[in-house]
C-alpha cells in the first residue's frame, strides 16, 4: 500500500513540476501578434503595408488620378486678343523708324512676313487694296520683315508696288515677342492699342475684311 501511495505522490508532484517549466517557457517567449480578422467581403493583400515601402527620404510617386497641370486662362489667348499690343519699334526701309506707340488713335494692321515667302508675296496687293480703300477711316498698315537685310526687302516691295511701309526686325526679336513663330502672321489692332483679331497666313480677301471690321467701328468692311 505504501508502495501504491509512493507512486501516486510522485507523479504528481512531476506532473506539477512540469506545469511549471512550461509556464516559465511561455512566460519567456515573445508575443506573436495575433492576425486581425480581415472584414466581411474583403480581398486580402499581398502587398506591403505603405509605411514599411516608403524608405526614409523618398518621395511617394504622384497618383494617377492626380489633377493634371492648368490649363492656360482666356487671358492666353492665341495673337493677344483682347490684350495691350505689345511694344514693337522698327526701322523702316527707306529711313526713320515705326513705332506703334505713336500710332495711337489709330487703327493698324501688321502683317510679320518675309520676302522668301509665297503666301507673303500673294498678300501683299490685297493689302495695298485695304490700304487705299480705307486710308480715310484712319487705317495704317505695316509690312514687319523678319531677319532680312534693308536691300532685299526694298527691292521685294518695289516689285509689288507696295502702298505701305515696311519695318526691319532684324534680329528676330519683335517677331518673338508678338509669338510670330509661322510666316506670316496678321493682327489687327484698335485705336485705343488692342489686338482685337489674328490670323495665320496665307488668308485672303474674307479673312482680312473680317479683321478689319473689327478695328474699323461704324464701317463695313468687305473682301
Not at 507523479?11 to 480578422?37: F, H, Y
Not at 523678319?146 to 509689288?160: C, N, S
Not at 515696311?166 to 509661322?182: E, H, P, Q, V
Request: one cysteine or more; aromatic letters at 6%.
Amino acid at each position: 500500500m505504501w508502495a501504491r501511495l509512493s507512486i501516486v505522490v510522485g507523479l504528481v508532484v512531476g506532473i506539477a513540476a512540469a506545469g511549471l517549466i512550461l509556464g516559465a517557457i511561455l512566460a519567456l517567449a515573445p508575443d506573436t501578434p495575433r492576425p486581425t480578422p480581415a472584414a466581411p467581403g474583403a480581398v486580402p493583400s499581398s502587398e506591403p503595408s505603405a509605411a514599411a515601402s516608403v524608405s526614409p527620404g523618398a518621395t511617394p510617386a504622384a497618383s494617377p488620378n492626380a489633377k493634371a497641370a492648368a490649363v492656360p486662362s482666356v487671358a492666353d489667348a492665341p495673337f493677344h486678343v483682347g490684350r495691350p499690343a505689345p511694344p514693337l519699334i522698327l526701322s523702316q526701309v527707306g529711313g526713320g523708324s515705326i513705332d506703334l506707340a505713336s500710332l495711337r488713335g489709330k487703327p493698324v494692321w501688321i502683317n510679320f512676313m518675309a520676302t522668301y515667302c509665297p503666301p507673303c508675296q500673294d498678300e501683299i496687293p490685297l493689302m495695298n487694296g485695304s490700304a487705299t480703300r480705307y486710308a480715310d477711316s484712319g487705317l495704317v498698315v505695316v509690312a514687319a520683315d523678319i531677319r532680312e537685310d534693308e536691300a532685299a526687302v526694298a527691292a521685294f516691295a518695289k516689285g509689288l508696288d507696295a502702298l505701305f511701309p515696311f519695318g526691319l526686325d532684324t534680329d528676330g526679336k519683335a517677331a518673338t515677342t508678338w509669338g510670330a513663330i509661322a510666316l506670316p502672321v496678321h493682327f489687327w489692332i484698335d485705336a485705343e492699342g488692342v489686338v482685337r483679331d489674328g490670323a495665320l497666313g496665307g488668308i485672303g480677301p474674307d479673312v482680312m475684311a473680317d479683321g478689319l471690321r473689327k478695328i474699323l467701328p461704324g464701317v463695313t468692311a468687305t473682301p
